[in-house]
């Protein structure tokens, strides 16, 4: 990864932001259980319902933006969702009084919290072209400093406030929102339109409909992310409670992810020397992404304890690195002007992994603990693996790479 100094001014602008904007996210979503729970005297029961409500919501937020693209425009998409998101979170303090419109507006907040995502991934590909693949590296690793950073602080604004670390994530997606309403402005006067602004670019010829039945291009992509995230869900719902039942003390479970977020910066070289050596190819770094879940899973299997689990993690964190920029930079960059709809396509299909992992890992350690979980992280991660090689044999072959831009480029 080349250094910040090698990139234009708007991309620092744009990293900072984007820092910003993440670090605000990160101030909410620790803190939805524990305020459900305490605050508002719930059940843990209930406390499960808001954040699938939640999920159900940004798995139609991915969905829609994606479809939304070239009608909307990336102008009004992506300051309309920040704007609107930032609203939902405002009124958060208002709509607890009810609990049924404080499940509503939870679900808005994840509507609208991923509405805007599949538009800016988009814009980063069109946009930085020929360096989309580094640049979504380098975002996702700025976005994890904002992860750190918030959670970290939002431990210490519950404790004044829950409702003011819902109210400082609005402020900050109200800021994003801005910035882009200003950075959009300048970019089309100055260096001309953004991709999807134009009437020109539009696909107006082509359905959405029609665009879904290209299933090669993200149908195989989407359903290894599936499978991974239903696996990651042991960390959650296998690893936490085995931690406690072990009588391990709880801050264990957390060293875990201090463990990820230093791997995430400090392994960069290391995931560098893969993608060089094993995985130069964003279809090949899924695959090697997928291989080193399965690897993880296997350790937590095979190795059930707290070393294990230090191992799993630096397995599976490598996984991640090598997945997270790799599927937008494929999809900006094979699938021309439908790329904003695979976006929210392959994002919402991954994203229904991460609502049914928790339901059956849960289920499983239940039933017999730490072992099920681990049984069917592994199978999970074996039907990942054996998905994006078929994703890698079709991009090899081109059939991939053609269909998408020229049924665009006919409108």
């Known amino acids: 990864m080349r250094f910040l100094d090698d990139y234009p001014r708007e991309i620092k602008v744009f990293l900072i932001a984007s820092l910003i904007n993440a670090t605000g996210s990160a101030l909410m979503w620790p803190l939805v259980t524990m305020y459900v729970f305490d605050e508002l005297g719930r059940s843990m029961q209930d406390a499960g319902l808001v954040i699938l409500i939640q999920s159900i919501g940004g798995i139609a937020g991915q969905l829609l933006g994606g479809a939304l693209y070239h009608k909307v425009g990336v102008n009004k998409l992506i300051v309309g969702a920040l704007a609107m998101n930032a609203l939902a979170l405002f009124a958060l303090p208002a709509a607890s009084a009810s609990w049924t419109m404080f499940i509503i507006a939870m679900g808005l907040v994840g509507l609208f919290g991923a509405l805007s995502m599949p538009a800016i991934q988009a814009f980063i590909g069109f946009r930085f072209a020929e360096r989309r693949a580094e640049l979504f590296n380098i975002v996702y690793v700025a976005n994890n400093i904002g992860v750190a950073v918030g959670t970290a602080l939002s431990g210490f604004l519950a404790d004044i406030s829950y409702m003011l670390s819902f109210v ?244």
Not at 220 to 233: K, Q
Not at 264 to 269: H, L, R, Y
Not at 302 to 310: D, F, K, W
Not at 320 to 328: C, K, N, Q, S, T
């Open 168 to 411: 400082m994530n609005g402020v900050t997606s109200a800021v994003f929102a801005v910035f882009f309403f200003v950075y959009l402005r300048k970019v089309g006067s100055v260096q001309g339109p953004v991709p999807g602004e134009s009437r020109r670019a539009q696909p107006r010829a082509v359905s959405n409909w029609e665009l879904m039945g290209n299933t090669r291009i993200y149908l195989f992509m989407a359903l290894g992310s599936l499978f991974l995230l239903i696996g990651n869900s042991i960390w959650n719902t296998g690893v936490s409670p085995f931690i406690i039942s072990e009588g391990l003390p709880k801050k264990y479970y957390g060293f875990l992810w201090t463990l990820n977020g230093i791997l995430i910066f400090a392994a960069q070289p290391l995931v560098g020397l893969i993608k060089r050596w094993f995985a130069a190819g964003s279809a090949a770094q899924m695959t090697a992404s997928a291989v080193f879940y399965l690897s993880g899973y296997a350790v937590i299997l095979t190795m059930p304890s707290y070393a294990g689990m230090l191992l799993a993690m630096l397995l599976t964190t490598l996984g991640e690195m090598l997945i997270a920029p790799a599927m937008p930079a494929f999809i900006t960059e094979h699938a021309s002007l439908g790329a904003p709809f695979y976006l929210g396509l392959t994002g919402g299909i991954g994203a229904v992994g991460r609502v049914l992992g928790p339901y059956f890992m849960g289920g499983l350690f239940d039933a017999g603990g730490l072992a099920p979980t681990a049984w069917l992280a592994c199978g999970v991660a074996v039907l990942a693996v054996g998905f994006f090689v078929i994703h890698a044999y079709g991009s090899r072959r081109g059939a991939v790479l053609a269909e998408p831009a020229e049924t665009v480029k006919s409108a």
